[in-house]
């Protein structure tokens, strides 16, 4: 059965031994197992991090440059670098490569986001292997993924992959950094979230010397891909066979169950790939009629407009309480519905002096049980 596969490397993969510079060991057993899960017809995305440290090692730089101009500068030396590099051991084995570089940006912009979504599959049909980065030298600092954990899952949703793998520096998640804690317990499959939250897992903000995201940005991926129905499977990088194990069945890394797909793909666009950019709470009668009766929400239900959003940017729906209970694309801006919040949708046409949507956030564009990824710490 032909797959799509989407497989991370972080930098503290790629890059280990002296100073920093390329684990080629590693990278040339990961390009033939790609290889070879191509041969077999499956469809195959790398996502690769390195850029920065790469182009660090490359400049001779002794520590991760923190400053934004210069981490993009040093992106751009080293994502060209780390290509050509790609390029000539898939060369070897006759297997051709793209470059796709993304932005939050791309991902926010639903035109855009099918492009890519295109492009992708273009690629599939012509047996190319497409390798992702963020594009790091133009990305702006608050619009940023900054790991590309969560760009790999934003990536598996949009290509409806059957696995996510995310290779790192450690076989698998713990109950706590295993660098800090010797005795952390090994957590070999997790079922559903709740499981995670209930062992109280510590993951550190920030992982090896080189990585950026540390666990807690790939525990975030897991839930994203999983909810979009992708199986997600932590392992360690230096052993690349691991996938094809795990493809055959091994329970090796993390492996973690996907969830049954409930929302459509422009709904979880809707509720992952945009960036919320404000809040809008609500009295009971709109939260009952949102959650239980499936309806649009209409003006009357608002209580509080909280954030500076534009019509069609996507917001949070909340209840009393500020808890989160859907997410959508607001049809109206902040302004307006300073003016509109708690009114009868027949009175906003006088109110506003124009005629607007009827609803404030249409069923269609809403999608609830929303929840904020990324809470562990
Ligand atoms: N609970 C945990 N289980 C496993 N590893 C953890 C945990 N918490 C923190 N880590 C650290 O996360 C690191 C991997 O993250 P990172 O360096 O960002 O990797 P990458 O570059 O592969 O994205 C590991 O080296 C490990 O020390
Ligand atoms: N886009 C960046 C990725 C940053 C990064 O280090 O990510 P990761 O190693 O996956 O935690 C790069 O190529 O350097």
Redesign the pocket.
Known sequence: MTQTLVI???????TGGINGRLSLATLAQLVEVLCQLRQQGDRVVL?????????AARLNLRE?PRQLAR?QA??AV??GH?MRIYDDLFTVLGQPIAQILLTRHDIIDRQSYLNAYNTFHELFDLGVIPIV????TV?VDELK?????T??ALVASLVEADWLFLL?DVDRLYSADPRYQADAKPIDRVERFEELDALAITLGDR??E?????MA?KITAAKIASEAGVRTAITEGKFPHNILKILGGEALGTQFIPQPKTINARKRWIARALIPRGELWLDAGAVEAIVHQGRSLLAAGITQVKGDFQAQDAIKLCNSNGEEIARGLVNYNRQELNQIQGKRSRDIPEILGYEGAETIVHRDNLVLGIKDHGNHS
């Open positions: 991370k490397i972080g930098t503290s993969s790629l996502v690769s991090s390195g850029a920065v440290g790469v182009g991760r981490k040093v992106a080293g994502q780390l980065n963020e594009n790091d990305a993924f900054g790991d590309n954990d760009l790999s790192t992982g090896s080189w990585g950026t995201g540390g940005t």
